[in-house]
């Protein structure tokens, strides 16, 4: 037999390529960020603990009586953010006066931290479809119901401000189901190629609606996602106020300088159904609810402060009474019907009415007038 | 009348061919110069000057700050255009081609088209929305669809077709001025159309919401827009032979929509045609058809046709001239129109 000889085929190597960044420095830690019933713990400021226990009190009030009003029939409905609170009160007191909140839905609390009036807050889930505040004189979008709707948007401001040399960071925030949207991973691409100002917290609070997050996504945490758009991700404790102010006041001040966006992943729990119309025993054990309920928010605050002195019966005292007040205000007002315009319908469609408007208008006019000869 | 392209008079002399597309580059141009707020995003508007060369120039001559190439997703670039808008910014985004804007309609209908609503007017998005429409071109899948009618269908939202390289340009500074957001239209395929044309010359920017008639006649209206606006002004000169005398009506606007300039001109010849491409069940048509016969019923001497594409989802290129509106279509539904005679 003739002996062939072999012929090695060696391919020219392809062109050289290496991923772009180092990936581990934008890694999570494994474990979420704790402050609290920690060593770090005796680090943190003694006014900020007592301000975070404040707006955590208040905002526990503001979430029964938001709900207490829904069965009074005036709330249409109501998110309670009961139990992560701490998230919603770091995420506002982050933040300087001249950065921007991008809120959902449930973020209600983020907003009446912010300092904006809670009837206005509220208007929208009143049944009133106005955002009852003016977002540019607080500097918060108005509450987003379509899911990861309004991160683009955080992204877009971010960038636009930094592109007008102003150096203002917006936060928005978002749940665990939104990070399953399209608008979620358009909104961190966007923002780690444009380097933006721009800070995302999810509020892992295992559920959206009915559905756990083992069933939203395979990721080992949601804060690993940010490695795919190279950004850093951060995990931190939700219920634990201090962690979360200064997981998030650190990924504000490195947005604030120039360094980029931070996805943050605040592990919380939703003690309350979805909103009032929901039935959570449905998907959940009540186990479950109380392990989370031996880790409330508010509880981890005042034992530290307690261990540190720092509350003693005049404070806890003047603390309640303050969020009493704050809900029999916000009660007595709600209790007031609203009085809303119908031509007011036309209104701010366009910033000049079109022909067809204004016939329609005068059509309404005329059927308001004939009821009212008619009473 | 004002004929359909060419401005009267001396400048005339002046002017140079000009396409629809340098119209429109011009009007983005002049816009982004006049006004530092004034962006331009989208896919590939940058270095490229996008697929059809509509932004060529911009990033050279404003920078990638003024003009930027995106990542590729449609709901981001809307919706950080929405982001942009809140902070004072002008935004002018580039949808690359009609089908492809779809996956931007959340941010267009959830947020685009009503931030000024719900937030009682703190909140006024100046947003345009280019989106290259229409077929004609021999355009693959997905590349040549009419969604006018899921626009009109929004409140919130103007939309606006121009036909010509004069309008292109107009109806563009007039867009990118306008304090609401505005789908602005671009007929692929006359993007290449030319005119006499220079924006020095003393060019008509109408504002938003104006029809105008673009050839007038007596015994009947042809009301169309965009990329069938050539085709109803080649219909009538046709018609002459057979009597007719035509007026053809440029909607220019479908939101807001002229009424005042279709039902003058219906009520003096008495009878209407409706051209345009986009599908007849559930199109544009019908809600003008309406419109006139709520209007002019008593002026009018038979019903109001439409022409249109088919009930079809865009055919393939080596079909789509049996699906596109012609001039023969047009001239049968003018036929039609002899509705006594017939009955
Ligand atoms: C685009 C979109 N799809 C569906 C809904 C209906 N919906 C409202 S809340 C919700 C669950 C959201 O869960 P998550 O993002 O985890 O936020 P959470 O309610 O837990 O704060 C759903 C499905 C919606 N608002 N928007």
Redesign the interface.
């Not at chain 1, 003016?134 to 004189?137: F, M, Q, S, T």
């Not at chain 1, 209104?347 to 910033?351: E, F, M, R, T, W």
């Not at chain 2, 931030?115 to 006024?124: F, Q, S």
């Given at each position: 037999m003739l002996a062939l000889r072999a012929v090695v085929y060696r391919p020219a190597p392809p062109p050289e390529w290496k991923p772009r960044t180092d990936p581990a420095p934008l890694l999570p830690d494994p474990e979420p960020y704790r402050l609290l019933g920690t060593d770090a713990a005796a680090g943190v400021d003694p006014g900020l603990l007592l301000t975070l226990h404040a707006h955590l009190v208040r905002g526990r009030r503001f979430n029964t009586q938001a709900t207490a009003l829904t069965r009074q029939g005036r709330l249409a409905v109501y998110p309670s953010s009961t139990g992560q609170e701490a998230c919603q009160v770091a995420a506002a007191l982050a933040l300087e006066e001249r950065d921007w909140l991008f809120p959902s839905y449930r973020d209600t609390l983020a907003a009446v931290t912010r300092g904006i009036d809670p009837v206005q807050v509220l208007t929208l889930l009143r049944g009133d479809?106005?955002?009852g505040y003016?977002?540019?004189?607080h500097r918060t979008?108005?509450l987003s119901t379509?899911l990861a709707?309004q991160?683009?948007?955080?992204?877009?401001?971010?960038?636009?401000?930094r592109?007008?040399g102003d150096d203002v960071v917006?936060l928005a925030l978002v749940g665990d189901g939104g990070t399953s949207e399209?608008?979620f991973?358009?909104?961190l691409?966007?923002a780690a190629?444009w380097q933006a100002p721009v800070v995302f917290l999810v509020q892992n609070n295992g559920f959206a609606i009915s559905v756990p997050l083992a069933k939203q996504t395979a990721a080992p945490s949601l804060a690993h996602k940010a490695v795919g758009y190279g950004m850093p991700g951060r995990l931190v404790d939700g219920n634990d106020a201090p962690a979360v102010h200064r997981v998030l006041s650190d990924a504000v001040a490195r947005a604030r300088r120039g360094g980029g966006p931070t996805l943050v992943e605040a592990v919380t729990y939703r003690l309350e159904a979805h909103t009032n119309a929901d039935d959570a025993t449905r998907y959940r054990e009540e186990p479950e609810v109380e392990a989370w309920r031996a880790h409330d928010p508010v509880v981890l605050v005042e034992r530290e402060l307690t261990a540190r002195g720092l509350l003693d019966e005049q404070r806890r005292r003047s603390v309640t009474e303050d969020a009493e007040a704050m809900a029999a205000r916000l009660r007595e007002r709600m209790n007031a019907d609203a009085e809303l315009d119908p031509m007011d319908l036309f209104?701010?469609?366009?910033?000049e009415r079109?022909?067809?408007l204004r016939e329609q208008a005068a059509h309404l006019r005329a059927e308001l007038e004939a009821e009212g000869e008619a009473r | 009348m004002t004929t359909a392209t060419s401005p009267a008079g001396a400048a005339a002399a002046l002017l140079k061919p000009a396409t629809m597309a340098q119209a429109l580059q011009r009007a983005m141009r002049d816009a982004m110069a006049e006004d530092p707020t004034v962006?331009v995003l989208g896919e590939d508007v940058g270095t490229l000057g996008g697929v059809f060369r509509v932004t060529d120039g911009l990033a050279k001559e404003f920078g990638e700050?003024r003009c930027t190439d995106?990542?590729l997703?449609e709901?981001?670039i809307?919706?950080?255009?929405?982001?942009?808008?809140?902070?004072?910014?002008r935004?002018v985004v580039e949808m690359q081609f009609d089908a492809f804007a779809y996956?931007a309609f959340?941010?267009l209908i959830?947020?685009v088209s009503r931030?000024?609503?719900?937030?009682?007017?703190?909140?006024?998005l100046p947003i345009t929305v280019r989106v290259p429409y229409g077929g004609g071109i021999g355009g693959v899948e997905h590349h040549s669809d009419s969604s006018e009618a899921y626009y009109m269908a929004t409140?919130?939202l103007?939309v606006v077709a121009p036909a010509t390289v004069e309008d292109a340009y107009g109806l563009l500074r007039a867009a990118i001025a306008?304090?609401?957001p505005v789908v602005f239209l671009e007929p692929k395929r006359l993007y290449w159309s030319k005119a006499a044309w220079s924006p020095e010359a003393p060019a008509a920017v109408e504002p938003i919401?104006r029809a105008v008639v673009r050839r007038s006649g007596r015994s009947a209206t042809l009301i169309t827009y965009g990329p069938s606006v050539p085709v109803c002004l080649e219909a009538a000169e046709a018609a002459v032979a057979e009597g007719w005398d035509l007026e053809v009506v440029d909607l220019r606007s479908l939101?807001?929509?002229d009424?005042?300039t279709v039902c003058d001109s219906v009520r003096r010849t008495g009878r209407a045609v409706v051209v345009h491409e986009s599908t007849g069940f559930g199109g544009p048509g019908g809600e003008i058809a309406a419109r006139v016969t709520e209007r002019c019923f008593h002026h009018l001497e038979a019903p109001v046709l439409r022409v249109a594409g088919f009930d079809i989802p865009y055919p393939p290129p080596m079909l789509e001239r049996h699906h596109l509106p012609g001039v023969d279509r047009v001239l049968d539904a003018v036929a039609r129109l002899q509705w006594e005679a017939e009955s």
């Open positions: 479809w106005h955002t003016d977002p540019r004189e979008a108005p379509p709707t991160l683009p948007h955080a992204v877009g401001l971010a960038h636009a401000a592109l007008r917006a399209g608008d991973h358009e909104a691409n966007f190629v209104g701010q469609v366009y910033a079109t022909s067809q | 962006h700050d995106t990542p997703a709901a981001g809307l919706g950080t255009a929405v982001g942009m808008a809140m902070y004072g910014l935004p996956p959340e941010q959830s947020h931030m000024r609503n719900r937030t009682r007017g703190a909140l006024p409140p919130g103007h306008s304090d609401d919401g939101v807001p929509f009424d005042a």
